[in-house]
């Protein structure tokens, strides 16, 4: 992450934080990468899934009533943007790939359209399961029938400015084509590379208490020797989208982004593994369940509802279930290894049980014999 970026990100949560009077209108621009993008077909294969693809296509319906459309989602497009902006543009954003078939050179309109249900993610949506709930044509690009040309836009100002109003729910756009030519269009897709995603570039203005301080410095300061930027007055809160941060140093109305985070914590529950630890029977857990309805020492959902979840403290308390869960695995392996060697001496004496009934069904067999030669012995002398 750099500096530039933290300083402007800094910037935009004092915006939302520090009352500031006096400042003129100004005007600023966000562009957003597409969360969700994906190719739907009506054909045979209406029910595979082609979110990972790099691009997403186009295709007009033909005589076999096959056709391609695909959806674009910024599921994020409002995180930044005080609440009490005014959205004054909004435009998507796609740069044309390769194009396959042939066209007469005409142009032919793309349409985008807002959708209105149901939320999907691109992982999973087809054309059986998308719904199809749009509105009515939002906007229309005519595009040239066989040239790729430069990024092409769609003015989507109308629809942006209801979602961020809460008017419409932000479940995307639908894009579709007609015209006669057979011809494919392709996008690069939000698995391309950085340059050549989908993108929104939503345009807003802010006046009054959301203007810029010019003296924002003497509220932060910069260490350039460890490259950091933090607020000079500890006693300072800090809130992102939110004016207000609940007695926390830093709020975020919103969700975070990270590739890692750290939670230091000076409680771990290594001491399940000692000597004295008075591990629970299975007995006792099963009856902590039925009467309460979850785990000894690990809050109910009603608790988290109202309190929420320390992470530190959660992760001890679950590793804590998760040693005793292998102190029971142990447990349970010795118990089957116990098992096996009895199951083993079992065995082996069945054996030898089994070779003893044998040995005396044949002593059974040589006595009757004995005994019919004695009887014929008998009668002979007789």
Known sequence: MTKNYIVQKITIAFLLIFSLNGFSQQTKSIELVATDDATIYMNKVSQRNNGKLLTVQLFRKNKKNHQRKFLVKFANAFVGIPSNATITNAVIKLHPGTQKGKGNGAEFPVSVSRLKSPTWMEETVTWGNHGGNFTPEST???????????????????????????????????????????????????????NLKPKLEITYSVSGDCTEPPSAPS?????????TISLKNSDYNLGIGTPSTGGHKLAVEGSIG???????????????????????????VEKHIKEKGHLK???????????????GEMDAKLLRKIEELTLYTIEREKEIQRLKIENADIIKKQAEVNSLNKQVEEL???????????????????
Do not use: C
């Open 140 to 194: 229309s690009l005519n595009l040239p029938g066989n040239k790729n040309g430069d990024v092409k836009k769609w003015d989507v100002t109308s629809d942006v400015q209801k979602m961020f109003a809460g008017d419409y729910a932000n479940n995307g756009w639908i894009f579709s084509r007609t015209g006669t030519q057979k011809q494919t269009w392709n996008f690069h897709s939000s698995e391309a590379a950085e």
């Open 219 to 227: 509220v932060w300061k910069e260490d350039k020797t460890k490259n």
């Open 297 to 311: 020492d690990i809050p109910s959902a009603k608790e988290i509802e109202t309190n929420g979840v320390l992470l």
């Open 258 to 284: 990270a590739r890692e985070v750290k939670v230091e914590t000076k409680s771990w529950a290594d001491f399940v593994f000692e000597a004295d630890y008075n591990l629970p029977t299975l007995t006792e």
């Open 364 to 382: 059974k067999k040589q006595n009757s014999e004995m005994m019919k030669l004695f009887q014929q012995l008998i009668k002979s002398k007789g």
